[in-house]
C-alpha cells in the first residue's frame, strides 16, 4: 500500500464550484505540504503544516484553503474554483526525525485537477 | 534570483549511454540539502538521491550518481547505462533553512527521452 495517498486522482469541475482534494499517509510523520505543478513551472508550494495546530501559507496561498483534520490527514480546498486552478496538486510529507538528517519529502501520486 | 536552476529543458540520450542533467543553486544557509526527483508520463514524483552540503563524497544511488561541485554550487545528476525506462521529467530540488523553518525549492525541471 502506498504511503501517501491522494483522492480523487482525476477531477474536472466547473468554475466556481468548491472542490477539495485529499491526502492520507500512513508514514507517521508530522509535516504535511500541497504543491501544485504547471507545466514548465516546476513545483509551486501551497500550504504546509507541521502539526494539526501548525498552518502556514506556502508561495501561492490565493484562492485556497486547507484543513490538518489529523496527523495522518491534510485537505486542500479551492473554495470557488476557476480556469487558471487547472493544474495536478501533489501532497507531500517529510519528518527531520525520521529520514538520517535528509528530510526528503515524499510525495502523493498527484491529483489532476481540471476547471472548465 | 532563480534559486534552483535547470537550464536543459530537454535532453537527449542514446540507450546504455550515460547523461548529465544540470543543476545550479542559490542559499545563504550553511546546511542544505539538494535532491532529485524523477517523474514518470504517469505523474509521481519519486526520490532518487540526496546530497547533504558538508557530505563530503558524491552521493550515489545505484545507476545515478550525484556531481557535487560546492565552490560552483552546482548538483548535477549523472544517470549510467541509460535505459528506455529512465525516459522523464527530472527535478532538482534544495531544502534550505530560512527563518527557522525548512523550505524546498523546485527546478523547472529536465525532460530527458532516452532513445533506442
Known amino acids: 500500500d502506498a504511503d501517501v495517498t491522494q483522492t480523487p486522482r482525476n477531477r474536472i469541475t466547473k468554475t466556481g464550484k468548491r472542490i477539495m482534494l485529499e491526502c492520507s499517509q500512513t508514514k507517521g510523520h508530522d509535516r504535511m505540504y500541497w504543491y501544485r505543478q504547471d507545466p514548465g513551472l516546476g513545483l509551486q508550494l501551497i500550504y504546509y503544516?507541521?502539526?494539526?495546530?501548525?498552518?502556514n501559507k506556502g508561495e501561492i496561498s490565493d484562492g485556497y484553503s486547507v484543513s490538518r483534520q489529523a496527523q495522518a490527514k491534510f485537505s486542500l480546498s479551492l473554495e470557488s474554483a476557476i480556469p487558471n486552478q487547472t493544474a495536478l496538486y501533489f501532497c507531500a510529507t517529510s519528518d527531520p526525525t525520521k529520514s538520517g538528517g535528509r528530510n526528503e519529502q515524499f510525495f502523493g501520486p498527484g491529483t489532476r485537477l481540471t476547471v472548465l | 534570483a532563480q534559486k534552483i536552476t535547470q537550464t536543459q529543458p530537454g535532453m537527449f540520450v542514446q540507450e546504455k549511454e550515460a547523461v548529465t542533467l544540470d543543476c545550479t543553486y542559490d542559499?545563504?544557509?550553511?546546511?542544505?540539502?539538494l535532491f532529485w526527483y524523477k517523474q514518470p508520463s504517469s505523474g509521481e514524483m519519486i526520490f532518487l538521491i540526496y546530497q547533504g552540503s558538508y557530505d563530503q563524497q558524491n552521493a550515489t544511488e545505484g545507476r545515478y550518481s550525484l556531481n557535487f561541485q560546492k565552490a560552483r554550487k552546482s548538483a548535477n545528476l549523472v544517470i549510467s547505462a541509460s535505459q528506455l525506462g529512465d525516459s522523464a521529467m527530472y527535478f532538482c530540488a534544495m531544502r534550505e533553512l530560512l527563518s527557522g523553518t525548512y523550505k524546498y525549492i523546485f527546478g523547472t525541471g529536465t525532460r530527458l527521452k532516452v532513445l533506442a
Open positions: 542559499t545563504s544557509d550553511p546546511s542544505y540539502g
Open positions: 503544516s507541521f502539526d494539526v495546530k501548525d498552518i
